[in-house]
Each structure stands twice: as C-alpha cells, then as structure tokens.
C-alpha cells in the first residue's frame, strides 16, 4: 500500500470530524439521546439476517449471546452487515445496539462521550440477558467498540456480566492517527472545538483524560477474557501494537501473522475480513477453535 494512501484514510477521518464539530449542535450529557435509528429500523433491517431476534435462545454449543459493539461514525447495522450473518449462520444469538449518538446528527454514531456511551452499553446488556434468559454475554467490537466497553466492565460491573471480549482494532491506549493529532494544538481552539461538539473523538486520543482513568492500574478485570485482533495495515488507530492488552486471559493477535498476504486495515478488519471474522469464532468458542489460515476467507 502506498504511504499516500495509508495517511488518506486517517486524514478524512480528520476532516469529517472537524467538519462534524463545526455543524453539530452541543452534544447531550445522558444516554438518553435520541437514536439515530429507531429499534423497529434496526430489528427490520437485521431480523432479515437472523440478528437482533429476541426470540433467539442461545444453544448448547453456543450458550451466550452476542453483543456487538459499532465503532466511531458506526451504527448498529452497516458496521455488521458482514460479521453478523457470519456468526448467525454458526449458530450464536447475535445482537447490535446503537450507542453515542449526538442530537441532529443522523446515522454517523459514536461520537458522544465515551463514559455515557458505556452506559448505554449497560443497559443494553441487561435487555439481552433478559430476553435470552443467559447470565453472561460475550461481546465483540470494532475501533472504538472495542475499547468503550473495557470502562462498562471496570466501572459499571460489567465484569460480572461478561465472558469474553474481542475487539477488532480497538483503540484501547488511544490514537495519534499517524501523528496528525498531534497538529491540534498549533490550531488555537481546534481541540477545544473537538471536546466541546464530539467528546467521543477527544476521548479517543492517546493521553486524554479518559483513556488515562481507563488503563490506570492495568488494562484489564479478573473474570473476563480478552482477544485484540489487529492488522498492521491500520491507518487510524497508530501505532497498531497500541490496541494491544497487557494482563491475565488476554490473546494478542496480529492479522499477517496468521495470513502474510492479508491486506486489511481499520475498516475492512471489521467489515468484511473473513480471515478476522474465522479468529473471532475461536475467541468466541475456543473449545471448538481451529487453526486460522488464508483459507479461512473461505470457511
């Protein structure tokens, strides 16, 4: 890949944030913000699929439910139109929820501050449990989906709800996006700007105050076990060996060391790469895991 076309992807990243921050009005200090996409559009968008059916029971061989978890500028359905009929047509209850949204920004989610964001997660949670009639969900998230819930499970007791963590390219220790937040302060009130209209970009900067609370005393909770999927093609969260966890059951994985030839980078790993979608099952099923190759594109 081209340097050009590496540092593309985190530039327009960039420019829609400000241009997000300089249209959207103050964002709103609860969870209680309107959802962009109403539960009815998402259970008739996704039902089709097999996904966010309250009526699925959770089987023997597969005896939790799914939670997945979008990333920034995500939604509960475009970020898993490729990973959750994957794992449906394995056999897992699959559920997708929407989180972060700013009042009068339509679609683009994820982007309020993280905390409130793992509130939502929270409750969200708790509705899956009581439709399943499980104790315990797994969850998977993709960029910023992957890191939020770390705080609902140190913060929020969601230890004691949750197997296992998988996050495909999460930010856990924050960004530089390849240095270039590291131009914000010679833009007097850029920063301010980003903090004030959409704190879930801010929080997701390397050193905020945020992600400082989060790792302080160690990046993970006893009871949960954690695997990080990353791919060293990442061109948003820099440097890709920063998504990784240090701690007790946790799995690092590094996409080319299982396929020397995959290419993915931030978004395709969530989006449609098979190769990452396979490593997911074995995190998810580890009793049942077989090995991840290039091969598994076709799994």
Known sequence: MLPWKRAFGPLAALLLAVSVATTAPAVATTPAATPTVSPTAVTAAAASS?????????????????????????????????????????????????????????FFNGLGPIDKSAEQLSAYVDRVLAATGTSKVDIVGHSQGGMMPRHYLKFLGGAAKVNALVGLAPDNHGTTLLGLTKLLPHFPGAEDLLTEKTPGLADQIAGSAFLTKLNAGGDTVPGVKYTVIATRYDQVVTPYRSQFLSGPDVRNVTLQDLCAVNLSEHLAIGLIDRIAFHEVTNALDPGRATPTTCASVIG
């Open 50 to 106: 097999g996904w966010n059916n309250y009526s699925c029971k959770p089987s023997t061989a597969h005896p939790r439910p799914v939670v997945l978890v979008h990333g920034t500028f995500g939604n509960s359905v475009d970020n898993w139109l490729g990973l959750a009929p994957y794992l449906v047509n394995r056999g897992y209850c699959v559920f997708s929820l929407d989180y972060g949204q700013l009042p009068g920004v339509p």
